[in-house]
């Protein structure tokens, strides 16, 4: 079971222009790529609701941000500071091991979560001892995810 790297710090956000104008004209951040993530698997891999979501990713002195919000859902139920959008994700080389590993001493899976996104491409979500979400990723060598750019 290992850690390979940090993916991203994603936040969730009710305004994507908003938070754009934000991080990348006040704070400097530049943007790598814009996408949308469509279907069941999505959500399920965040623990939400939903099935659409936009993101943004932008970095800045080697850190990289993901800014995504929900597609079609009102307003107030998408992300308040901590909310359930916002994550920390990073890459692991065995998924069911490192959950093993990590269940067996102490931290909480969240049920339902796990997810094959692709053949082989699996994540799920943890949470750290203050409910924080951290989602792990796995994906066989070669294959390419969205956060896979180079700063």
Do not use: K, N
């Not at 597609?71 to 994700?89: C, Y």
């Amino acid at each position: 079971m290992a850690i390979v790297r940090t993916l991203h710090v994603a936040l969730g956000v009710t305004e994507i222009a908003r938070s754009l104008a934000f991080y990348r004209d006040l704070l400097g951040f530049t943007v790598v790529r814009e996408t949308t993530f469509v279907g069941a698997a999505s959500g399920r891999a965040l623990g939400v609701s939903g099935d659409a979501f936009d993101a943004v990713l932008l970095v800045r002195d080697g850190v990289r941000l993901e800014l995504v919000r929900r597609v079609a859902v009102a307003h107030d139920d998408v992300a308040a500071p901590g909310g359930s959008l916002s994550h920390l994700a990073l890459a692991v080389d065995d998924l069911a091991a490192t959950v093993h590993s990590l269940r067996g001493r102490g931290a909480t899976v969240v049920p339902g979560t796990l997810t094959e996104h692709a053949a082989g491409v699996l994540s799920c979500l943890i949470r750290d001892p203050d409910g924080l979400a951290i989602a792990l990723y796995q994906a066989p060598a070669g294959v390419a995810s969205p956060w896979d750019v180079e700063p």
